[in-house]
C-alpha cells in the first residue's frame, strides 16, 4: 500500500515520513498516519521518505601494493535517520552517487597500501574504515549507515590462476613428503617384521634340530636295550640308510620335484657317516691337543 496525498490531506505509511512545507519553506515531519493541510495557509506535503534499510551494492576496482588488479564488491545498508529526515531530503539530490563517491575514495585509498595475501586477510578492516567514514559524512546529511560488507574480492583471471597453479604445487609438495614418511615407515615395518620371522625361523630350526636329535638319541637307546650285541655306530647307519630311502620314496613320489642327483646309493650313505664321525673325532683330537 503506497503514500496517497491530496491537497487537503494525506495519508503516510509505516516506516515513511512526510516533509511539510509552509509557502515552499520546511515547516515539520509528518509521522505515519493520516494529516489534514491547510492550502489557503500555504501548507502542502513537499515529500515522503522511506526509514527502511536500503541495500547500495558498489564495485570497485582498484590495484594492490603487489600490483595486482582487483575488484571489490562492497554492500552497503542505510537508512534516513527520521529525527533528521529534512536533512536526507533537501540537502542530498542522489545519496546513492554520493554514497558510491565515498567508497571509492576510501577504497582506492586504502587498498593499494596492502598486498593481495594481505586485503583478503583484512577484508573486515577495509569494511571498517569504509564505515567510519561514510558515518561520519553521511551522518550529516540525516543518513544512517547500519552495515558494510565487503563481499567479495576478485582478482584479475591470470592473477587467480597463478594463485591456483601455487595452491597446488604446494599441495602436491606436502603430499609427496607424506608419501615418502609413509614409505619410510612401511620399510622400516618390513625389516622389523623381516628380522623378527627371521629370529622366529632360527627359533623353530633349533626346536627341530633338538627334537630329531632326542628322537635318534631315544631310539638308539630302545634299541640297543632290545637288540643285544648293536653299537651306537651300527643304529646310526641303519637309521641314516633308512633316512634315505625315505628321502628317495619322497621324491620318487612327487612329478613336480626339479632334483639334481649326484652320486648316490646305499654305500654312500656308510661314507658320509664316516665323514661325520672322523669329522668329530679330529674336532675332539684338536682340542684336547690345544688343551694340553
Not at 31 to 54: D, K, M, Y
Not at 171 to 192: H, P, T, W
Request: charged share 25%; with cysteine; aromatic share 6%.
Amino acid at each position: 500500500m503506497g503514500n496517497t496525498n491530496c491537497i487537503l490531506g494525506g495519508c503516510i505509511d509505516q516506516a515513511s515520513v512526510g516533509v511539510v512545507e509552509r509557502w515552499g519553506r520546511f515547516e515539520h515531519i509528518a509521522e505515519p498516519g493520516c494529516h489534514f493541510f491547510n492550502p489557503l495557509a500555504g501548507q502542502w506535503l513537499a515529500g515522503v521518505l522511506s526509514t527502511r534499510i536500503n541495500s547500495l551494492d558498489v564495485k570497485i576496482e582498484t590495484k594492490t601494493k603487489d600490483n595486482v588488479f582487483v575488484q571489490l564488491i562492497c554492500s552497503i545498508q542505510y537508512r534516513v535517520v527520521k529525527a533528521n529526515a529534512d536533512d536526507a531530503f533537501y540537502e542530498l539530490q542522489n545519496p546513492r552517487e554520493q554514497i558510491q563517491a565515498y567508497v571509492f575514495d576510501v577504497v582506492r585509498a586504502l587498498v593499494p597500501m596492502m598486498t593481495l595475501d594481505a586485503l583478503f586477510e583484512q577484508k573486515g578492516e577495509v569494511a571498517k574504515s569504509v564505515l567510519e567514514e561514510l558515518e561520519k559524512v553521511m551522518g550529516a546529511y540525516g543518513y544512517s549507515i547500519e552495515h558494510i560488507l565487503m563481499v567479495d574480492i576478485i582478482p584479475d583471471p591470470s592473477v587467480r590462476k597463478a594463485m591456483n597453479e601455487i595452491n597446488a604445487a604446494q599441495r602436491l609438495q606436502l603430499a609427496s613428503v607424506y608419501k615418502g614418511e609413509a614409505e619410510k615407515i612401511l620399510q622400516v615395518k618390513r625389516a622389523e617384521a623381516e628380522a623378527e620371522a627371521k629370529y622366529l625361523g632360527g627359533v623353530g630350526v633349533a626346536r627341530q634340530r633338538q627334537a630329531i636329535t632326542d628322537g635318534l638319541r631315544e631310539n638308539i637307546m630302545n634299541f640297543s636295550s632290545k637288540v643285544e650285541g648293536t653299537s651306537s655306530k651300527d643304529i646310526m647307519d641303519l637309521i641314516m640308510i633308512t633316512q634315505y630311502f625315505d628321502t628317495m620314496r619322497d621324491l620318487g613320489s612327487s612329478s613336480k620335484n626339479t632334483t639334481v642327483f649326484l652320486p648316490h646309493g646305499p654305500g654312500h650313505v656308510r661314507d658320509i657317516s664316516d665323514q661325520i664321525r672322523n669329522g668329530l673325532m679330529e674336532a675332539s683330537s684338536a682340542r684336547v691337543g690345544d688343551e694340553v
